[in-house]
């Protein structure tokens, strides 16, 4: 014979013989902890009860068939915390994820603590709403019924892929499959990076929002879904005036993050430029959303700020990765040719250049850019006054006598042989000045919309013709058969350069993109270059540098 104690409704003793069957049922709610003295000591675990799926009446009746009496009060514990209609409860306030759950839940609250933040004191946890699908995850996992106030069965988006993917895009889609349908994918501008978006779209048939950096991207991700996909589902465009929320829509990071309100309506977000996300006010999307399906798209996701760790944290680590020389051997990008072209400053600039950096040696007094800016930011007059020599010195650098008159004589000898070209300067002055000499079409962030399409439709058309850019032509802008590019002026940072490269690299039969990159010798854009170029331009892929030195 044997006889069964129980302590504290937790930790119990089993003395004398008891059965295999009778320990299996024992072990769906309880944990063999050893032996001892009094025999058998057996804990009753809560977690594994749910996670088996283990009701009261199952406890009470196999500890009943061992002899066991359990007292009211354990009765009304063991049906409170097992059979109670909800063991936790998920919501949402403003833009915080509140988890309750009963204390006595000891390992999913153990796990919990793993993702988000407990309050001993409201005995609730914390977190931002980018963790719910964990969440729901962690509580599924324990058996738990939950009372989910923010989840919804989102429905199924009816729509098909009808493109065809290149073998890489095959290879990425499966790579970010594997991985749970979260990740980054990277590869270069003019790789088809939003048809893989779109093919994923069809993949997970669920609500989707799209989240692009520029206006230009957006239209582009509409014509693309639009071509691509069919079936009965609706596209929408969220910005501006414009406010659709529809099966699959479409936004802009300046917009999105002004409206929380889109985080909870879609089981799937995509975000383009993903690079851009780690910003403080752009990473609220990623955080914000309850998607358990993300895709972040970028030609260049690491940042020597390091702050891709958070990137990578939002949406997912780098799934998949291919090179703009990889592509180009296997014919999926242009040949290409970069050609440096150093230009000396006249003999006025050059003194007046000299003359500006005795002056900004004097206020900067050995401090680095970054120094500088922190300390303008607290108000040190000299870190300002540093600053606005600097830009000084990087807009003489930038465009002068002879830059232009090169400039001229690069522009003139290209449209005699019939090509497209874009003109990169990073100064809105020097973009105007350049158009008005080049006698060309340009685009500058104060360009109006329907300007802006108009004069990219007319480029689009022309056989041949100069287009003067800005910053604003750095992401979004697609021009399939404009074959070459000449840089003015740049911030120095490796990305900008590969970004400003890729608007040549969209392949077409026969074609050949060759990129000026115009250097005043002797200033700042000298080791701006020698930074910039590596022995391939594999390496500039991975990295991100805003330093402006």
Not at 204 to 209: G, I, N
Not at 386 to 406: C, D, E, Q, V, Y
């Amino acid at each position: 014979m044997w006889n069964l104690l129980v302590r504290n409704l937790r930790t119990y003793y089993v003395s004398g013989w008891i059965s295999d069957e009778s320990f299996r049922k024992l072990m769906k709610f309880s944990d063999y902890l050893g032996r001892d003295r009094n025999g058998l000591v057996i804990e009753l675990n809560l977690s594994k009860a749910l996670k088996n799926g283990v009701q009261p009446e199952f406890i009470t009746s196999t500890l009943g068939q061992l002899g066991v009496s359990l007292s009211d009060e354990d009765l009304r514990s063991i049906n409170e915390l097992i059979g109670g209609k909800h063991q936790a409860r998920i919501s949402l306030n403003s833009s915080r994820l509140i988890v309750s759950l009963s204390p006595e839940i000891g390992d999913a609250f153990d796990e919990l603590t793993g993702v988000a933040r407990y309050d001993p004191e409201n005995r609730v946890f914390f977190a931002y709403p980018f963790v719910y699908p964990e969440v729901k995850q962690i509580l599924t996992k324990y058996g738990l019924r939950v009372l989910d106030e923010v989840g919804r069965k989102f429905p199924e988006v009816h729509l098909r892929f009808k493109g065809c993917l290149r073998d890489y895009q095959e290879h990425a889609l499966r790579e970010w499959q594997r991985e749970g349908m979260k990740g980054v994918i990277s590869l270069p501008t003019g790789s088809g990076k939003t048809v893989i978006g779109v093919a994923a779209i069809a993949l997970t048939r669920s609500p989707t929002l799209v989240v692009t950096f520029t206006k230009d991207q957006m239209w582009q991700w509409e014509s693309t879904v639009s071509e691509l996909l069919e079936g009965d589902f609706t596209v929408g465009l969220f910005y501006s005036d414009s406010k659709q929320i529809r099966d699959v829509t479409i936004s802009t990071y300046q917009t999105a993050y002004k409206h929380p309100e889109l985080y909870r309506d879609f089981d799937f977000l995509i975000v383009d430029e993903v690079h851009h996300l780690p910003a403080e006010k752009f990473k609220s999307i990623a955080m914000g959303s309850i998607a358990s399906k993300r895709m972040g798209l970028s030609a260049t996701p690491y940042r020597t700020d390091g702050r891709h760790h958070e990137l990578f944290k939002l949406m997912g680590g780098l799934v998949y990765h291919k090179g703009v020389e990889e592509l180009r051997r296997e014919g999926y990008l242009a040949d290409y040719e970069i050609v440096q072209v150093k230009v000396d400053l006249t003999q006025g600039d050059r003194l007046t250049y000299k003359g500006l950096t005795s002056q900004y040696q004097s206020k900067s007094k050995g401090r680095t850019v970054d120094q500088l800016i922190k300390a303008a930011n607290k108000g040190d007059l000299s870190a300002m006054e540093a600053l606005r020599i600097l830009t000084k010195l990087r807009k003489l650098a930038a465009l002068h006598m002879n830059k232009l008159s090169k400039v001229r004589q690069i522009v003139s000898e290209e449209l005699s042989k019939g090509n497209k070209v874009l003109v990169f300067t990073q100064y809105r002055d020097h973009a105007e000045a350049l158009a008005k000499t080049l006698n060309a079409l340009s685009l500058t962030g104060d360009t109006p919309d329907k300007e802006r399409e108009s004069i990219i439709r007319e480029f689009r058309e022309s056989k041949s013709g100069v287009l003067v850019l800005t910053t604003v032509g750095d992401e979004g802008l697609d021009i399939p058969d404009a074959n070459v590019g000449i840089l003015i002026s740049g911030s120095g940072s490796k990305r900008q350069f590969v970004q400003r490269l890729g608007r040549l690299l969209r392949n077409r039969p026969g074609k050949r993109a060759v990129f000026y990159e115009l250097v005043s010798r002797g200033t700042l854009e000298e080791s701006q270059s020698r930074r910039r170029k590596r022995s391939e331009i594999e390496e500039i892929m991975f990295s991100a540098d805003n330093d402006l030195t």
